[in-house]
């Protein structure tokens, strides 16, 4: 849940579409858990429960691997492509998703 907040905290809201979109971050290990980010009108929220607003991207990760990229170790599109991070929605926001976030100093 820690890298969630810290993820919320590195958003650039200048990347945000318009609108209201959810992004389902469903965790596979160390524990397996859902976490949901609503991004509305420049704004984000970290929801630890059901938002109530229907997934528009779900992410499917270990967290330590979805550490690894928030942490610059890896990389976005090769974690994506070697399987280690799975995204499902449609294209323009799977493709946009990762501009919403400011990569660490040590990316």
Same mark, same amino acid.
């Given at each position: 849940m820690t890298l969630m907040w810290w993820?919320? #905290?590195r =958003?650039? #809201?200048d990347q945000l579409p318009p609108g209201r979109v959810v992004v389902q971050f469903d965790h596979t290990r !160390? =524990? #397996?858990m859902s976490i949901w980010m609503v991004f509305e009108r420049g704004d984000v929220s970290v929801? /630890?429960?059901? @938002?109530?607003f229907e997934t528009d991207v779900l992410v499917t990760a270990g967290t330590p691997d /979805?550490? &690894?990229v928030f942490n610059g170790l890896e990389r976005w599109d090769r974690a994506v492509a070697a399987g280690a991070i799975e =995204? &499902?929605? @449609? !294209?323009r926001l799977n #493709? &946009? /998703? @990762?501009? $919403?976030? /400011? $990569?660490s100093p040590f990316a």
């Open positions: 993820m919320h #905290r =958003v650039d #809201r !160390p =524990v #397996r929801c /630890l429960q059901y @938002p109530g /979805l550490s &690894a =995204v &499902a929605g @449609p !294209p #493709r &946009a /998703l @990762p501009t $919403w976030f /400011l $990569w």
